[in-house]
């Protein structure tokens, strides 16, 4: 099946620890995006990537790094810098041309211990 | 990042009712996109508009792309259960190059049987 696959569902990370989120599609599409999602709130942006080996900061960037070294992945590393982490994450992608439709993972579920 | 102003926050209705939202922009927008989210999972788009004026249907929903292209409404006829969820509307302005599209805040449909 085409699709974007975000994993793990869940994830739980303690104080001061790093935590990679997974994020891959076989959908062929040049842009990927990372955006985070409080309860009772839309989404905001954290990091896109519009073609491999590049990216840019979103509009909460602050403490997730990202890399995008192959096409199809595009992985969320949420850093210790960021101090509230708990979060629903969602990764998209789209073909990143003239007409922009976004598709979108599950996403995961971030908790701190 | 800029903001589109997406309403009612929250609407509660009985089973059969009809549904209305929309969004507002301050700016033009070339596409308007509507996502619905179920709980725990990410977003699934509905409809695109890519025209002002433009009126699409899929199934029972319903959405336009509004004249002064700054607007987009969702209707929903005769809700049913599964019709729960959040709806967002997206859309990406017309001075933005690049990917990058812009998210309202969701509206919150309860639907009691």
């Known amino acids: 099946d085409g699709g974007i696959t975000q994993s793990p569902k869940y994830l739980f990370r303690k104080e001061g620890q790093n935590v990679t989120l997974s994020c891959e599609q076989n959908l062929n599409h040049d842009a990927m995006y990372w955006y985070r999602q409080d309860p009772g709130q839309g989404l905001r942006l954290i990091y896109y990537s519009q073609i491999v080996n590049d990216f840019q900061k979103g509009d909460i960037a602050e403490g997730y790094s990202v890399s995008r070294e192959k096409k199809e992945s595009f992985p969320l590393t949420v850093t210790s810098a960021q101090k509230n982490p708990t979060a629903f994450y969602l990764c998209a992608s789209s073909s990143g041309r003239l007409v922009n439709i976004q598709y979108f993972g599950a996403g995961t579920r971030l908790s701190v211990l | 990042g800029q903001q589109l102003n997406q309403s009612p926050q929250s609407m509660f209705i009985q089973e059969g009712e009809d549904v209305s939202m929309n969004c507002t922009s301050s700016?033009?927008?070339?596409?308007w996109l509507w996502y619905k989210q179920d709980p725990g999972e990410g977003p699934v788009l509905l409809i695109a508009l890519y025209k002002a004026g433009e009126l699409t249907s899929n199934g029972r929903l319903t959405a336009q792309f509004g004249i002064t292209r700054k607007d987009s409404f969702l209707n929903i006829s005769a809700s049913i259960p599964s019709d729960v969820g959040i709806y967002f509307c997206a859309g990406q302005p017309l001075e933005t190059s690049g990917s990058r599209l812009t998210f309202g805040e969701g509206t919150q449909l309860t639907v009691n049987p």
């Open positions: 700016s033009i927008f070339n596409t």
